[in-house]
């Protein structure tokens, strides 16, 4: 078949290499052109280069002037992933078996931009991939094919994504070859099961440490690499210092009755929470490098009965 892939974040990356390699004939690598201050191009898009893959970088790809130029290619089939914007009925009826997109969640938990943060953040045990056929609906489309995978309760999003990615390019692959053999079985999703996953914001990084220690430790967990869970120490020798947690584990430890109290320096850095005790491990102060909490306390006074907050 002749494929389109539209991708423009790190996760689909495998996605298109698998295509790439497969008999599968790719005719262009779709991406969003680079913003920001400091643009640097997507990674899909620098991957097709690798590859010699043709790139295309439209401001949207829902223009009539876009839509022509997907036409012409002739495709059989759109594969969307991490593409960063929403595909139109008029967009998506440009090839012959219209679009395809896989999606890091168990649809339909977790439709949106941020499925696998969400699930860390919420204790899950478990995820996976979902590739769905596209519809105007959010993640909305029938299930064709479904993958299960296992979460690490120390696995951090950073570290969860990538691997997700992998497997997901072959669950995509194979979904893919089914629909080229006319054997795929859609299975429509129940709406009454969908959850949201929207895109995570800086706010959400502060620590609330009336909260679990579980709960706290998957807050950490699901904002790395962003945005990063942070705490303020509060010093009683100078202003609060901004700490960015970047590792911690749930500790045996008799519970303090303030939540983020300090209550060991000794053997780890100790903090209170609203129900039991974590020991923080890897902390950047503001201004500075990731460190572990040995590096810290050695240049840092902190006390048992300092505050978190």
């Not at 997901?168 to 692959?173: P, R």
Request: hydrophobic share 40%.
């Amino acid at each position: 078949m002749r494929i389109v892939v539209l991708g423009t974040g790190p996760f689909a990356v495998p996605t298109l290499q698998s295509l790439h390699a497969s008999a599968h004939e790719m005719v262009c690598a779709v991406s969003r052109p680079p913003r920001g201050r400091k643009p640097l191009p997507a990674p899909v898009a620098v991957a097709a280069e690798q590859l010699g893959i043709e790139v295309w970088l439209p401001e949207t790809v829902n223009s009539d002037e876009a839509r022509d130029k997907l036409t012409a290619w002739n495709a059989d089939l759109l594969v969307v992933c991490d593409y960063g914007e929403i595909l139109k009925p008029p967009t998506l009826a440009v090839s012959r078996l219209g679009g395809i997109n896989l999606h890091g969640s168990l649809l339909p938990k977790y439709r949106g931009a941020a499925p696998v943060q969400w699930a860390i953040l919420n204790g899950d045990q478990e995820t996976g991939n979902t590739v769905i056929q596209m519809t105007p609906g959010l993640d909305a489309g029938p299930c064709l094919g479904i993958q299960r995978i296992a979460i690490d309760p120390d696995e951090t999003a950073g570290e969860l994504e990538p691997r997700m990615a992998d497997l997901g390019a072959q669950l995509t692959l194979k979904v893919v070859d089914q629909l080229a053999a006319g054997t795929a079985s859609p299975i429509e999703q129940d709406k009454a099961q969908a959850t949201k996953a929207p895109r995570l914001t800086k706010q959400q990084g502060e620590i609330d440490w009336s909260q679990s220690a579980g709960q706290i430790k998957n807050q950490v967990r699901a904002l790395q690499p962003w945005p990063k869970a942070f705490t303020y120490w509060q010093r009683t020798d100078g202003d609060p210092l901004r700490l960015i947690i970047h590792r911690v584990a749930i500790a045996e430890h008799e519970k303090a009755t303030v939540p983020g109290e300090v209550i060991c320096v000794d053997s780890g850095l100790l903090v209170a929470t609203g129900q039991s005790v974590l020991r923080l491990e890897a902390i950047q102060p503001a201004g500075k490098r990731v460190m572990t909490v040995e590096e810290f306390l050695r240049g840092a006074a902190v006390r048992v009965g300092d505050q978190l907050s």
